[in-house]
């Protein structure tokens, strides 16, 4: 009974990286997303050009494009954040990394700034998957059902980790 208690992890909440309308990661116009060949999650069609840190933890990757960044949390939740669909075609134009891989970061930090516009000229979509890449160490993972998301406010997913 005391070893159960003792070994009780505890929720995480995953606030919104960006500011913007939420959907379903089902909705992705891309089978990788949408058929969650990398992991469970949700999207973000957004509003602003910025990107910031959901958790407290570690930058695990960063595309050289900027297009995309991983981010492992201290419980070790690793979380895909991919800006746009099919952006690794910019080849880095637009993208400003605010972060290097292996910097620390706090919720809410900024990790990339990106000019929306041009997303919305040279890729196939903004709609920025943000997806749990290691879903085999989650014990538990509810999305929450919110249209809007606030920039580091709105949580986005709650889950325990095994």
Same mark, same amino acid.
């Given at each position: 009974?005391? !070893?159960?208690?003792?070994?009780? *992890? %505890? !929720?995480?909440?995953?606030?919104?990286?960006?500011?913007?309308? $939420? @959907?379903?990661?089902?909705?992705?116009? #891309?089978?990788?997303?949408?058929?969650?060949?990398?992991?469970?999650?949700?999207? $973000? $069609?957004?509003?602003?050009?910025?990107?910031?840190?959901?958790?407290?933890? !570690? @930058?695990?990757?960063?595309?050289?494009? %900027?297009?995309?960044?991983?981010?492992?949390? &201290?419980?070790?939740?690793?979380?895909?954040?991919?800006?746009?669909?099919?952006?690794?075609?910019?080849?880095?134009?637009?993208?400003?990394?605010?972060?290097?891989?292996?910097? *620390?970061?706090?919720?809410? #930090?900024?990790? $990339?700034?990106?000019?929306?516009?041009?997303?919305? &000229?040279?890729?196939?979509?903004?709609?920025?998957?943000?997806?749990?890449?290691?879903? #085999?160490? @989650? #014990?538990?993972?509810?999305?929450?059902?919110?249209?809007?998301? *606030?920039?580091?406010?709105?949580?986005?997913?709650?889950?325990?980790?095994?």
């Amino acid at each position: 009974m005391l !070893e159960r208690l003792f070994s009780r *992890k %505890k !929720e995480e909440v995953i606030k919104a990286p960006l500011q913007g309308k $939420i @959907i379903k990661i089902e909705e992705v116009p #891309d089978p990788t997303f949408s058929e969650k060949m990398i992991g469970e999650g949700v999207a $973000i $069609i957004p509003s602003e050009g910025n990107v910031v840190s959901p958790v407290k933890g !570690e @930058i695990i990757q960063l595309f050289p494009t %900027k297009h995309a960044i991983g981010i492992r949390s &201290e419980s070790g939740l690793e979380i895909l954040i991919h800006i746009g669909l099919e952006t690794v075609l910019m080849k880095g134009e637009g993208f400003t990394a605010n972060v290097k891989q292996g910097d *620390k970061v706090n919720a809410g #930090d900024s990790l $990339i700034d990106f000019s929306l516009e041009l997303v919305k &000229e040279k890729a196939k979509s903004v709609i920025t998957p943000i997806v749990v890449t290691n879903g #085999d160490q @989650i #014990d538990y993972l509810e999305m929450e059902n919110h249209e809007e998301a *606030k920039l580091n406010e709105t949580p986005v997913m709650k889950l325990r980790m095994k």
